[in-house]
């Protein structure tokens, strides 16, 4: 009986992605379109491109940008959020600065940043971190300003002040909202990292992906188009394990109010 | 304490300080809160817009790359008065309005089809699940095969970013169907049309709301994205002919139409939201407040 329900379980979750792909592979078969080239060939093409020096010459620096960038606008959107979430003045003063600057399309800041900075690594980590630190600046502070009133001060009755009630109270309670935001950075630092390696770089994936089209490497081309896709994909899923780690009280939490 | 909203009572009386008191002393003073919030706002953007002008002038940075707010003033202008500027800005919202409709429109009719048969919603969630993390930028240098620098390619990567904004939040919102209401349903012997307008419907919208006010603003990322890198027309390209040309203001003038344009993106949505959902528990709680 198991064993079946678990053979229905996989053949519901590989089914239809396999059949997409049979479909892909089938209908491109013996395609002589130039643009549309055979699965096999992209696959072929797939190992080929991305496995030797071009890893180390352009996956690795790519990576490194993303999570420098990253992680930094971690760093700055929660510290900053914090800041503006717990003074009440502070956050009047700029919440509408904060939300203009939001508002501005991430793209946009390649240009500006590469006026400041050139076209080096430091331009991409910058344009990373200042297009996303706003989802988990403002996030920051939302989750800050919703911190439980009777544990806010129930902490204050036991004397529980300055980094302790910090760590214990006010980043554990807007820890949820946190991590809404850091998901949202996290697709906005990869746009980013691709876009301003396509605006100018002298490698990493955008660079690479963009040199092949122009260069009519169209198999090539698609193995990179792949190969972010499977980038993103991996990214997220990796995120979700760890979200399921850090706020599996949360997510308990919830699961017992839904059903008492 | 009846102390009404309006009076400012700036002296807290004895005795609000503890007990049920102190709840009427809070609210006097979170209206006068609220009338100073957008006072201090304004402080806050006039702060940043003399912070501008002043950095460049004492030399904190160097002016060529950071031009003092006045002359950013005076490019913006500039920009207002050319007729190519409001083509550009044409062609932006031209391209993200279509491709927001459109990724609305299939977002709603494949939710609705996949979240209405528990089959269809087992069989395709790994899929969905694959494909959606997968940044729309991938998709660049095969809409500059297919398209070159035509609107097409400027929809390709807007339909495909914003339709899954929709798409997920409309399967949440199918799924949040109240048990007590779909038996009601059954019992009054509704049809398949009456189920979905009065009991699915009204469950999906608000999730629907949000998957529009969502895809709106990532529709306007991947827009202007479209412009700055491919090169298709519109303000995204204004800014990188403005960047390659060193018009330094000029750039800086782009950069804050695109933030105001996001600010209306996101007014406007969030307006529509209330409108469409003025009956709903979540914006009568918040009218409350």
């Given amino acids: 009986m198991t064993v079946l329900t678990l053979a229905r379980r996989t053949g519901l979750v590989l089914g239809l992605p396999a059949v997409l792909f049979a479909i892909w592979w089938f209908a491109t078969a013996g395609s002589t379109d130039f643009y549309v080239p055979p699965l096999s060939t992209i696959l072929g093409k797939f190992g080929e491109v991305w496995t030797g020096?071009?890893?180390?010459?352009?996956?690795?620096?790519?990576?490194?940008?993303?999570?420098?960038?990253?992680?930094l606008a971690v760093a700055v959107g929660?510290?900053?959020?914090?800041?503006?979430?717990?003074?009440?003045?502070?956050?009047?003063?700029?919440?509408?600065?904060?939300?203009?600057?939001?508002?501005?399309?991430?793209?946009?800041?390649?240009?500006?940043?590469?006026?400041?900075a050139g076209i080096g690594d430091t331009m991409k980590v910058i344009v990373i971190v200042s297009g996303c630190m706003w989802p988990i600046l403002l996030n920051t502070?939302?989750?800050?300003?919703?911190?439980?009133?009777?544990?806010?001060?129930?902490?204050?009755?036991?004397?529980?002040?300055?980094?302790s009630r910090l760590w214990h109270l006010v980043l554990r309670s807007a820890s949820p909202q946190i991590v809404t935001g850091m998901r949202q950075a996290l697709s906005i630092a990869i746009i980013l990292m691709v876009i301003s390696e396509?605006?100018?770089?002298?490698?990493?994936?955008?660079?690479?992906?963009?040199?092949?089209?122009?260069?009519?490497?169209?198999?090539?081309?698609?193995?990179?188009?792949?190969?972010?896709?499977?980038?993103?994909?991996?990214?997220s899923l990796l995120f979700r394990v760890a979200e399921n780690r850090v706020l599996a009280w949360y997510h308990g939490l919830r699961r017992a109010q839904r059903n008492p | 304490m009846s102390a009404s909203g309006s009076t400012p009572v700036l002296t807290k009386p004895a005795g609000t300080a503890t007990g049920p008191g102190g709840v009427g002393g809070g609210r006097v003073r979170r209206t006068l809160d609220r009338a100073r919030t957008p006072l201090r706002g304004l402080a806050g953007l006039a702060g940043l817009v003399v912070l501008l002008e002043v950095l460049p002038h004492i030399g904190v940075v160097s002016a060529d790359y950071l031009p003092p707010a006045s002359e950013m003033g005076r490019a913006l202008w500039q920009l207002l008065g050319e007729d190519a500027f409001w083509t550009a800005l044409g062609d932006t919202l031209t391209g993200w309005?279509?491709?927001?409709?459109?990724?609305?429109?299939?977002?709603?009719?494949?939710?609705?089809?996949?979240?209405?048969?528990?089959?269809?919603?087992?069989?395709?969630?790994?899929t969905i699940e694959f494909l959606r993390p997968i940044p729309s930028v991938a998709l660049i240098p095969?809409?500059?095969?297919?398209?070159?620098?035509?609107?097409?390619?400027?929809?390709?990567?807007?339909?495909?970013?914003?339709?899954?904004?929709?798409?997920?939040?409309?399967?949440?919102?199918?799924?949040?169907?109240?048990?007590?209401?779909?038996?009601?349903?059954?019992?009054?012997?509704?049809?398949?049309?009456?189920?979905?307008?009065?009991?699915l419907w009204p469950t999906a919208l608000p999730y629907v709301m949000?998957?529009?006010?969502?895809?709106?603003?990532?529709?306007?990322?991947?827009?202007?994205?479209?412009?700055?890198?491919?090169?298709?027309?519109?303000?995204?390209?204004?800014?990188?002919?403005?960047?390659?040309?060193?018009?330094?203001?000029?750039?800086?003038?782009?950069?804050?139409v695109t933030g105001l344009l996001g600010v209306a993106v996101n007014l406007v949505a969030r307006a529509i939201e209330r409108r469409a959902l003025h009956w709903h528990q979540s914006m009568r709680r918040e009218g409350q407040r």
């Fill in chain 2, 97 to 126: 309005g279509l491709g927001l409709a459109i990724a609305v429109v299939a977002g709603v009719v494949a939710g609705v089809v996949i979240g209405s048969a528990p089959v269809l919603r087992a069989v395709t969630a790994s």
């Fill in chain 1, 198 to 235: 396509m605006f100018a770089a002298s490698n990493g994936l955008g660079f690479t992906i963009v040199q092949f089209q122009r260069s009519f490497a169209i198999p090539e081309m698609w193995s990179g188009v792949l190969l972010l896709g499977l980038l993103g994909f991996a990214l």
């Fill in chain 1, 78 to 116: 929660v510290g900053l959020g914090l800041v503006v979430g717990m003074h009440r003045g502070v956050r009047d003063v700029l919440e509408p600065v904060l939300e203009l600057f939001r508002a501005i399309p991430p793209p946009v800041l390649v240009p500006v940043i590469m006026l400041f």
């Fill in chain 2, 210 to 256: 949000t998957g529009v006010r969502l895809a709106a603003t990532v529709a306007l990322v991947l827009t202007i994205t479209a412009e700055l890198v491919i090169g298709s027309p519109g303000l995204g390209n204004q800014l990188a002919v403005a960047q390659t040309s060193g018009a330094v203001p000029r750039v800086y003038a782009l950069v804050l």
């Fill in chain 1, 141 to 163: 502070v939302e989750g800050v300003r919703a911190v439980d009133e009777v544990l806010s001060d129930t902490c204050r009755s036991y004397g529980i002040t300055g980094p």
């Fill in chain 2, 142 to 199: 095969v809409a500059v095969l297919l398209y070159g620098t035509d609107l097409e390619s400027k929809l390709l990567l807007v339909v495909y970013a914003s339709f899954w904004q929709v798409l997920v939040q409309v399967l949440a919102g199918m799924q949040d169907v109240d048990p007590v209401a779909e038996d009601t349903a059954r019992s009054y012997r509704m049809g398949s049309w009456g189920r979905v307008r009065y009991v």
């Fill in chain 1, 53 to 71: 020096e071009r890893l180390l010459s352009d996956v690795v620096p790519s990576l490194v940008r993303l999570l420098t960038g990253y992680l």
